[in-house]
């Protein structure tokens, strides 16, 4: 059974830093497709990064775009999302998710999208609050 474990949420003031850990265990780390989404109250959970557990690919959605980098350290089996220049509208549960399958990316220009349905694990989230 593949399990996913978040660490470093917190709350920060806005133009702040914050890191994001998610640890797998239960499977091949370098087979697994990972990915990072949001859910913030009243509207639906939304992609954030994802990256194949070589980490040779990333794909990011437009709320993270050029603020955030999403990187895995396969040896540790675990997966980071940096976060910086955090805005209000940052501010959410985030869970990191693992699949088998790369999930389809839908891409427009550099920015892309996820399916969360396409993703089989998720961690338990860690919630983000930025402060204005």
């Known amino acids: 059974q593949v399990r996913l474990i978040e660490s470093g949420g917190g709350s920060v003031q806005a133009g702040g830093s914050l890191k994001l850990s998610c640890v797998a265990s239960?499977?091949?780390?370098?087979?697994?497709?990972m990915g990072w989404f949001r859910h913030a109250p009243g509207q639906d959970r939304e992609f954030v990064a994802g990256i194949n557990g070589s980490g040779s690919t990333t794909n990011y959605g437009s709320n993270a775009e050029g603020r955030f980098i999403i990187a895995v350290e396969a040896a540790k089996n675990t997966v980071y999302l940096h976060m910086n220049e955090l805005k209000p509208e940052d501010t959410a549960v985030y869970y990191c998710?693992?699949?088998?399958?790369?999930?389809?990316?839908?891409?427009?220009?550099?920015?892309?999208?996820?399916?969360?349905?396409?993703?089989?694990?998720w961690g338990q989230g860690t919630q983000v609050t930025v402060s204005s």
């Open positions: 998710a693992a699949n088998n399958v790369e999930p389809n990316y839908y891409c427009s220009g550099s920015t892309c999208y996820a399916v969360d349905l396409n993703y089989d694990y």
């Open positions: 239960g499977g091949t780390f370098r087979n697994f497709a």
